[in-house]
């Protein structure tokens, strides 16, 4: 499975707060402050892991990781802050055309489809 990353102090600070991002044609547009962040901590290879059916993880693949037997799984940050999400699991968590919350947690960004901030009283 992939690495968890910490910051390092020469690395920027995870940006606080969730973030919408607009899913379209299979592609996340990703909210700029969580772009910025991956693309200073070169996160630009992101494992994407279903972890329910209403969250993604994307964990980044470090430089010392093969990703071989993964490209189902695995997609690229564009420098325009788009990126793809795997056909497979878009299946799993029913991700479609829509907008989604997005959070860096951990050392990892998560995708959390808006279904779960309405049942938490989050919804817009």
Not at 50 to 68: F, K, R, S, T, W
Not at 79 to 93: C, E, F, N, S
Request: net charge negative; charged share 20%; hydrophobic share 40%.
């Amino acid at each position: 499975m992939g690495a968890v990353f910490e910051t390092s102090p020469e690395q920027v600070v995870a940006p606080e707060g969730t973030f919408m991002g607009r899913v379209q044609s299979g592609t996340l547009q990703m909210p700029a402050p969580v772009h910025r962040y991956c693309m200073a901590n070169t996160w630009t290879l992101l494992r994407t892991v279903p972890l329910n059916d209403h969250c993604i993880e994307l964990q980044p693949v470090g430089p010392e990781e093969d990703a071989d037997g993964d490209e189902d799984f695995v997609a690229s940050l564009s420098a325009d802050g788009k990126l793809w999400i795997p056909g497979a699991v878009r299946q799993v968590v029913g991700l479609k055309e829509q907008s989604v919350f997005v959070r860096v947690e951990g050392g990892v960004v998560r995708l959390y489809l808006r279904k779960v901030f309405e049942t938490l009283g989050f919804g817009p």
